[in-house]
């Protein structure tokens, strides 16, 4: 079973500088203009995909790009499918997927329905390779686009480890983490690939239904696509159920109420 609150409540996401301003959610409902925009979550908070349909509504996107599906899986998403909730989550095998409940998820669907459906879900095998060979030599073809092809400075890599290290509770042994720190960066190239091909195919703009982590500015999501798509005007949002450290690195951000889900660090605790 996932470690949602661990691998991407964002909770870890603010320690990095940068940018962001404070929004209700209300504001939502009418967001500035942009190429893309990235709308992160913590995955388990209904809240979190609440505000998020309310964003695609309003942003009317010609394309959206799901974290949570595999390309192929995407493909399967066709108009007569989109209003049978049911239907739907069977055809995409979503209680196999081990994402949170598909009913979280479908009204996001809902809110644009004439919208392109792509996915960038990295399939377990694939980041386990990341871990043990690295992001570039798992993502294969066009890694140096998204930057894989370019070893992490040694205090961003020791960063980044420390953030892995807090995010799985200090359960990890410490040779793991520069892994896990490449498969976090293969998640984030698949996203920009699958970005760029939406933006391609359907003219933009693309909102990106992801993890909070995967929405910052500083490591994330839009600074591999200011490296492979210079230009592209990109807007973060970031969803946190406390609020961040400052400056947190994020063009907007919002708290929410929190998911009552116990201790997450309990059950690695009990191993």
Known sequence: MKQWVLLAAGLVAAARPGVAGQIAPAALADLPSADVVILGEVHDNPRHHENQAV?????????????MLTPEKAALVTPDLLADERRMAEALDWDASGWPDFAMYHPIFLAAPEARIFGAEVPRDRARAAVKDGAAATFGADAARFGLDRALAPEDLAARSEEQRLAHCNALPEDLLPGMVEAQRLRDAALARAVLDALETSG???????????????????AVLADAAPGLRILSIGQFESAPRQPAPFDLWLVTAPVDRGDPCADLAAR
């Open 55 to 67: 964003a695609v509504a309003g942003l009317g996107p010609a394309a959206l790009v799901f974290e």
């Open 204 to 222: 933009g703009p693309v909102a990106v239904i992801t993890g909070t982590g995967h929405a910052r500015r500083d490591v994330g999501l839009p």
